[in-house]
């Protein structure tokens, strides 16, 4: 299949979860695994006569988000109605903001910076709008399209959402995966999204084919999701242009029990969502000297970890990106750092290439990894002490990952040490020189059977055996059989 | 520069699907006479010049009313559902989306 | 007493409690077999209190009483509040069918304040659905009937509250004023009805018609009685974000430190526009009437012309039902209310519902306003009339610079036949042609009773102040209550 121009753009909400409260009431946030419609009042739940009064957080966080992102930050902020009829949205309609008819979003504008294929690229941000969550329907059979009723939980309703809205500036699945990791890690550093949570970030696609039409998928679950649901709807897509048929304009709903686009709104062109200012909410000024504070106030934001990291640590630029594409890696890089104690770019090392690889590859989020920092330091501590070597290393990587016991715990129990005792290696070599006679000889000759015997060695000490000093301690010992010392 | 707008019936019955309401026969006839007349009515304000005139949406002039990030009790799950026509398992029985 | 307890003065009430010349039982029970007698006649209430439950409130009032543990501005007061306020365990229909069996979990804000000042509450006030009417006649539960002649209209869309007090079935009410839903029904019950300036009372738990046009008033059959409930309701409230932070005032005592001097002090002016298009002959002479007597105790009064009111009720149309439309969307039968009795996906039910459960006044604004907001139109209405209201009030500000009261009529005639005007919306909505205007600004208006006209027709006047200004307001009414002698008039049922 040929490359076609692909054109991808984003708009992903953000769920505040740091925030203890709802967007426009006082109901606990915290409503994950909790019983249906037991974190309501009357004004998430939409009953008649409520009123809405805006979290005073939210605005805070909001302004942190936009500054990361490199946003023009309103001056004066409105809040808008947009309607339409749904069962999960109680009062049918959202809360939200809008950039035209005198509305003002949040911020308007910015980028942020993205790393593809070692290069950087630069994703611009559209606009950054405040509102709120609709509740959430349960469909009783599991399947939309089979269930006779729905049930509804407002639990959800109410709460705090950004909805980051990108340029259609990604050309690849793979960058806009990358671009909601990095959205992601700014997110956790800034610590007003905990985006490991359930349904905290969700993100909406919007996909043009070789300058055809737009198509939207929504219901796009979590980033993994979303570069799958992309890369189907390429397929898809550039399939029915090689057929000569026309992409039509639609919406596309993520079927992600059968991992495919179906056609969700019929009558997406009636849509009208009659935006117009919620007369409940007066505007908020937004001034230099708050955004100031709110600046001041902010944490360190991942490329400028990633910058601190080349300055005082001497890693490479890719290392340091590396290792701030997620806060926890930044994290139980720098803990681990503290104490090991060590060259910073050896541990930077076991992290990026042993340690990153088997987590990616095993798909662990961070609150299924159980290993300590304390643990990263005693494994280097332990390589560097040749008591293990990096096979045993990567070896038990894994298992630390996983378990979370200490490697020390993991070498008694698996009974890994190092052999580093000449006298033990020099035991093993001559069992190993008199079980295999025929490439003791070859090895006198030819220099690629003595890895042959090395190999052996490893094999019968389970690779415990220290390599260096094995292979001096063959090559050693071939010589004394050369000159006839040792006769096997 | 005046549109000349009616109000026909396609344009009720998609404001009636917009509002989801929906009318009987006799309304739809009934409404199509009355709504033009509002809309006649509504049209007197189209000889004011509001050339350079800002909307106005809030007359109390307020700005930054905000709360805060304190939680507090929510209502009890029995009074939340209390009035719902149907409910199941904690939840409120909405009808099938599709 | 040999007065009948609903006869009297909600103040005269409150004092006789106080004093022990009255017991609260004895109040509440007088007042129950007021209602008993002409309540049949007016349909003023849809949902009463049970006698027991009332009784049983009464009694443990009056102990406290005895006990000297009675706190309160209202203790023992029996309040008639309107059906669109929410109040806890006691159904609120706002005059609906699609509410009919709708039990709050919660008490608004305003009567959450009553409580606390120890008030009982008698019921919930009929009402035209949705606040959407000026005649009490578009109820699902029924018109309510004039008390001062049984084939007209008491007003809307507080008729119910304002019959309530005109019949002598409660000494105070709470009503709610979009476009003059309080004042209207003063006007033609002779009662007083203040709409606050915008912000002033709280509206949490005011089920919205149209929310930046709205405000919950104070009803009573006089002036000092409703500076008293005013007092009581007029509080910040943290739960609305629209709630003004104002000192708190004590408007019993304005009036009584303001009523000397006002004519020194006060400018008045009468809108000429507010005279013309559409009024009465009869209310033009009643209300002139009063403006007359008021030069002669030396009170300036201008006449002055505010030429874009003209447009001040096509401009609250659009606003209003633009809101409506929106405000009304949540009736869909899922977590309250009726449910239309039909299957088929959520589209069918929602539609079935709010077809068969809102009236046709109510629909016809829910289209309307749908019609101003959607793409292609909103900028020839919803916006234009938002830019129209910012001249109106522009022009207001600049009345007010040089006067401080502006007179009118209330109501452009005197209270009408019960249908004569409900088959032809127009001619309800140009009732409100001398009320809009205080909710477009948002600034304070009152009507107190003025005349009456062929000698049996109640007809209002009407002062508008400036934002905040309730004091001068309720100061410059209770003076032309003195003149006029007009002051808790019930009518002989």
Known sequence: MEERDVKIGLEVHVQLTALKTKLFCSCSSDYRGKPPNTHVCPVCLGLPGAL?????????????????????????????????????????????????????????????????????????????????????????????????????????????????????????????????????????????????????????????????????????????????????????????????????????????????????????????????????????????????????????????????????????????????????????????????????????NILINDFLRWVHEKELEPNSIKAKPQHMAELLKLLEGKVISIKILKNILPEIIVSGKSPQEIISERNLVKISDKEVIKKIVLEVFIEHKESVRDALVNKKAVHYLIGQVMRKTRGKADPELTHKIVLEMLEKVREGEIRI | MRRKIVITEELMDHLAWLARIKLTENEKREFLRDLNRVLEFFNEIDKVDVEGIEPTTHTALLTNVLRDDVPHKPLPQAEVLYNAPEKENGYFKAPKIL | MSVKAYRLEALEIIRNVKEGNLCITDVIEEFLERIGRVEKKINAFITLRSKDELLQEAKIKDRLLKEGKARGLLFGLPIAIKDNISTKNLRTTCGSKILYNYIPPYDATVVKLLKEEGAIILGKTNMDEFAMGSSTETSFYGPTRNPWDLERVPGGSSGGSAAALASGEAPLALGSDTGGS????????????????????????????????????????????????????????????????????????????????????????????????????????????????????????????????????????????????????????????????????????????????????????????????????????????????????????????????????????????????????????????????????????????????????????????????????????????????????????
């Open chain 3, 182 to 493: 309080v004042r209207a029904p003063a006007s033609f019950t002779a009662t007083v009805g203040l709409k606050p300036t915008y912000g002033l009372v709280s509206r949490y738990g005011l089920i919205a018609y149209a929310n930046s046009l709205e405000q919950i008033g104070p009803m009573g059959r006089t002036v000092r009685d409703v500076a008293l409930l005013l007092n009581v309701i007029s509080r910040y409230d943290p739960y609305d974000g629209t709630s003004l932070k104002v000192k708190r005032r004590d408007y019993l005592e304005s009036i009584s430190k303001q009523l000397d001097d006002l004519h020194r002090r006060v400018k008045v002016a009468v809108v000429r526009e507010m005279f013309e298009e559409g009024v009465s002959k009869e209310v033009v002479v009643i209300v002139r009437n009063i403006v007359n007597k008021m030069v002669k105790e030396g009170f300036v009064v201008d006449e002055i012309s505010i030429p874009v009111i003209k447009y001040a009720l096509p401009t609250y149309y659009i606003i209003a039902m633009s809101e409506a439309s929106s405000n009304l969307a949540r009736y869909d039968g899922v977590r309250y209310g009726f449910r239309a009795n039909v299957h088929g996906d959520w589209n069918e039910v929602f539609s079935e519902t709010r077809g068969n459960g809102f009236g046709k006044e109510v629909k016809r604004r829910i289209i309307m306003g749908t019609f101003a907001l959607s793409a292609g139109y909103f900028d020839q209405y919803y916006l234009k009339a938002l830019k129209v209201r910012t001249l109106i009030i522009k022009e207001f500000k600049k009345a007010f610079e040089k006067y401080s009261i502006l007179i009118s009529p209330t109501m452009p005639t005197p209270p009408f036949k019960l249908g004569e005007k409900i088959a032809d919306p127009l001619a309800m909505y140009m009732s409100d042609i001398e009320t809009v205007t205080a909710n477009i600004v948002g600034i304070p208006a009152i009507s107190i009773p003025a005349g009456f006209a062929e000698g049996k027709l109640p007809v209002g006047i009407q002062l508008m102040a400036n934002y905040l200004k309730e004091d001068l307001l309720l100061a410059m009414a209770a003076f032309i209550e003195e003149l006029t002698g007009l002051k808790n008039l019930i009518a002989e049922v």
């Open chain 1, 52 to 348: 809405p009064v805006v979290n005073r957080k939210a605005i805070d966080y909001a302004v942190m988000v936009a500054l990361a992102l490199n946003s023009k930050i309103n001056e004066k902020i409105v809040f808008f109605r947009k309607h339409y009829f749904y069962p999960d949205l109680p009062k049918n309609f959202q809360i939200t903001q809008y950039d035209r008819a005198g509305g003002a979003p949040i911020a308007i504008g910015g980028f942020l910076k993205i790393n593809i294929n070692g290069r950087e690229k630069i994703i611009r941000i559209r606009r950054i709008n405040i509102e709120e969550d609709p509740g959430k329907l349960v469909y009783p059979t599991g399947s939309i399209t089979t269930s006779p009723y729905t049930l509804v939980d407002y639990n959800r309703s109410g709460i705090a959402l950004l909805e980051i809205v990108t340029e259609p500036d990604m050309s690849s699945p793979a960058e806009a995966r990358a671009f909601l990791n990095k959205l992601r890690s700014i997110l956790e550093h800034l610590g007003v999204c905990d985006c490991e949570l359930e349904g905290s970030m969700r993100a909406d696609a919007n996909i043009s084919v070789a300058g055809g039409s737009r198509v939207e998928i929504k219901n796009i679950g979590s980033p993994k999701d979303v570069e799958k649901a992309l890369a189907y709807e390429i397929i898809r897509q550039s399939q029915a242009i090689s057929k000569g048929i026309i992409v039509k304009s639609e919406t596309r709903h993520w079927d992600d029990l059968r991992k495919v686009t179906v056609p969700l709104r019929v009558k997406e062109e009636e849509q009208d969502y009659r935006y117009f200012p919620e007369a409940d909410i007066p505007p908020i000024v937004i001034t230099k000297d708050y955004i100031e504070k709110i600046r001041k106030s902010m944490p360190e934001l991942p490329d400028a970890r990633a910058k601190r990291f080349v300055r005082n640590y001497g890693l490479t630029e890719y290392e340091a990106q590396v290792l701030v594409t997620s806060k926890w890696l930044a994290d139980f890089f720098e803990e681990s750092l503290k104490h090991y104690g060590g060259k910073p770019k050896k541990l930077a």
